[in-house]
């Protein structure tokens, strides 16, 4: 597989400033990481040897239990992210016959719209099919109008790898890119990807899922979000091991690979993960290109990203009941077998953290020890390999997750994870739920019902330290904590509660009443209405509405004109004019907030809008050096276009778009 040294890519890197510290320098990060599982081989023979004289015995399983699981995930992330390297993208072969499936079942236009239009316009030529298991008349039409093929089926079985599967049979390309509905492709993401099919051996490629919406449930900051840390640290390091797997979305499959295996899997709901290991298992290779190259919808709120998370554990751990679990397919290699059972281990992450919290309060509440230290054992032990996990487990997640973010997502999938752990050994049925991809965040209560299991922990941890407090004072009668625990126990007890009351908080606090995200945005407009014309500055936007910076104030209510001009993928500009009703207006600086919510759309002035938003803001932060070039002229995809007025084949019959 040629590489051009041109190609070399430097993938934008979101990473908190000591995490791009540690990634500058390899050395110290591995003598870290070797000094952290040192100290903790020692702490765990002296913790399994000899501080058991005394305690309660079910309390220690259960914290050494924590601990060993602690020191497994330490020296995991290690091995993963021992070395990092520069992502090269391989020359485009040209002339391979690539096919786009975008999977839908429910998803409103506002949603596939701007999938169809991102893959209208990759510029590496395609065929595009929109796989609707809702057979929706409404979405044939839409298909056509951005040059898509539109294919359904009589039947919904087996959910996205039934629609998946159908549409295999139904067309005959050589690579398959397959994309979820909310999953915008930028121009360049075939581009990028094809190259690596040159190797025979390669069954697919997976890439980044990186998203659009900086305000999701997932998100820290705009452009870090929980899964960074997964794209950013681990899969590279899955990718040096064969053992990259197919993510869902945004990946490139062989379809004769796919075929090999019988097509997508569905004995399970983790249809890909499933996939993966079967193509592995017949001897395919994967690579993991770590490049953004799409970008989705995620999360929105508290609700959904429980549900997504959900079905992800109970499809992934019930792997473990097939012939491709990891502890029995003996076709895969070691390494391979290794990293599936660490990807599904993982999700003992949120439920051992429930765990130990458990101990701690228990040990709180009644006075009974899960291990016996003395004052120098806690500070040359258990002191020193507490510290090192901490800071060791920081600086190998590379900046892409800091701790209080780790706790928090623990936390708040705790409950969900530890429900799905019975599909180990007993999935039952399991059904495809698709996630929300539009709606608003209450936060409140409404957040912390989902949360019943930690706000139960939190309560008794918090009301446990206020009466071992009154105990010390003399005021309640308690078991007494003895020796060393006395002190020890309520000061690691009050920063655990600290932590958990301030992941609560987030999430109570949290209130998204926007259904369709806002993008970032420095075009200046001019804003006619209530009697003048001055120009504006536009603070966000998106297909709906816009939030403007004026030099007066605007009375809710008031019909105004917007005159913008945008620029398009190519860099090419548009000028456009939008009426628009003034929905709000408040104060800033020496201006106005003014927010407009957009009226009577013309086609192509949507079209405009859309392609602004979700490709053009998402190619400036993702490509800078190509965002300032000038215009260029965009290279038609002919195979990929569908005349308007041509009938659409299904299994339903024929459907007319126009």
């Not at 806690?378 to 487990?393: F, K, M, Q, S």
């Not at 009351?501 to 001019?526: G, I, K, N, W």
């Not at 816009?546 to 945008?566: E, K, Q, Y």
């Not at 927010?595 to 998402?618: D, H, K, M, N, Q």
Request: overall charge positive; hydrophobic content about 45%.
């Amino acid at each position: 597989m040629g590489v051009r040294e041109s190609d070399a890519v430097a993938a934008p890197r979101v990473q908190t400033r000591t995490g791009r510290w540690w990634s500058t320098h390899p050395g110290l990060l591995r003598t870290l990481a070797v000094l952290a599982l040192a100290w903790n081989a020692a702490y765990l023979t002296w913790r399994i040897g000899w501080s058991w004289h005394g305690v309660n015995p079910v309390l220690f399983g259960m914290l050494l239990l924590g601990e060993l699981y602690g020191a497994w995930s330490l020296c995991t992330l290690t091995w993963y992210s021992w070395t990092d390297r520069r992502i090269q993208r391989p020359y485009p072969t040209p002339g391979r016959a690539v096919e786009v499936y975008v999977c839908t079942y429910d998803e409103p236009e506002s949603v596939l719209e701007p999938t169809l239009l991102g893959c209208q316009r990759m510029t590496y030529p395609h065929v595009t099919y929109l796989l609707d298991d809702g057979r929706r008349p409404e979405m044939a039409e839409l298909a056509a109008r951005y040059g898509a093929r539109y294919l359904t089926r009589p039947d919904n079985s087996h959910a996205k790898a039934g629609n998946i599967n159908h549409a295999l049979h139904r067309t005959d390309g050589d690579l398959v890119f397959i994309l979820d509905a909310d999953h915008v492709p930028l121009p360049d993401a075939l581009d990028a990807l094809v190259g690596y099919f040159d190797d025979t051996t390669v069954a697919l490629v997976q890439t980044p899922h990186d998203f659009f919406n900086h305000d999701s449930a997932q998100h820290y900051e705009p452009g870090r979000h929980e899964q960074s840390v997964f794209y950013s640290a681990i899969c590279p390091g899955k990718d040096r091991h064969n053992a990259a797997f197919w993510c869902g979305s945004a990946a490139l499959l062989r379809r004769d690979a796919l075929l090999d295996v019988g097509g997508v899997a569905t004995e399970t709901i983790a249809e890909d993960f499933h996939t993966t290991i079967k193509m592995h298992q017949r001897g395919w290779s994967t690579r993991y290109h770590e490049e953004t190259l799409v970008q989705g919808l995620a999360p929105h709120d508290l609700s959904a990203y429980l549900l997504q998370r959900d079905r992800w554990a109970r499809g992934n751990l019930a792997v473990f009941t097939t012939p491709q679990s990891p502890l029995r397919a003996r076709e895969l290699t070691l390494r391979q077998r290794l990293s599936y059972f660490i990807s599904l281990a993982a999700y003992l992450a949120g439920p051992v953290r429930a765990l130990m919290m458990i101990v701690l309060g228990l040990t709180l509440w009644t006075g009974a020890l899960p291990m016996r230290a003395a004052w120098l054992q806690l500070i040359v032990l258990w002191a020193p390999t507490t510290l090192l996990n901490l800071v060791a487990g920081s600086a190998l997640c590379k900046g892409y997750m800091r701790l209080r973010e780790t706790f928090h997502f623990e936390l708040t999938c705790a409950e969900i994870h530890l429900r799905a752990l019975r599909c180990v050994v007993r999935p039952g049925r399991m059904r495809f739920k698709v996630t929300p991809k539009e709606g608003v965040d209450p936060g409140g209560l409404t957040a912390l019902r989902q949360l019943r299991l930690v706000v139960v922990i939190t309560a008794l941890m918090l009301i446990g330290l206020f009466a071992r407090a009154f105990h010390d004072l003399g005021w309640l009668p308690m078991p007494e904590l003895p020796g060393v625990a006395r002190v020890v126990v309520p000061m690691v007890a009050a920063v655990e509660v600290r932590r958990m009351v301030r992941s609560l908080v987030v999430h109570y606090r949290r209130h998204q009443v926007r259904a369709l995200f806002r993008f970032p945005c420095t075009e200046t407009a001019m804003v006619t209405g209530y009697g003048t014309t001055v120009g504006a500055g536009v603070v966000d936007l998106n297909p709906t509405g816009a939030s403007l910076r004026l030099p007066r104030m605007v009375p809710a209510g008031t019909r105004i004109t917007v005159g913008l001009t945008l620029p398009d993928a190519a860099g090419e500009s548009h000028r456009i004019r939008l009426t628009a009703k003034v929905l709000s207006n408040f104060a800033s600086g020496d201006g106005f907030r003014v927010g407009v919510r957009f009226t009577e759309l013309a086609p192509r002035t949507r079209g405009i809008l859309v392609e602004y938003c979700f490709l053009v803001t998402s190619i400036r932060r993702l490509r800078p050096e190509v965002a300032g070039r000038p215009p260029v002229r965009r290279r038609p995809v002919e195979v990929a276009l569908l005349p308007r007025d041509l009938p659409v084949v299904t299994d339903l019959g024929v459907v007319a778009p126009g």
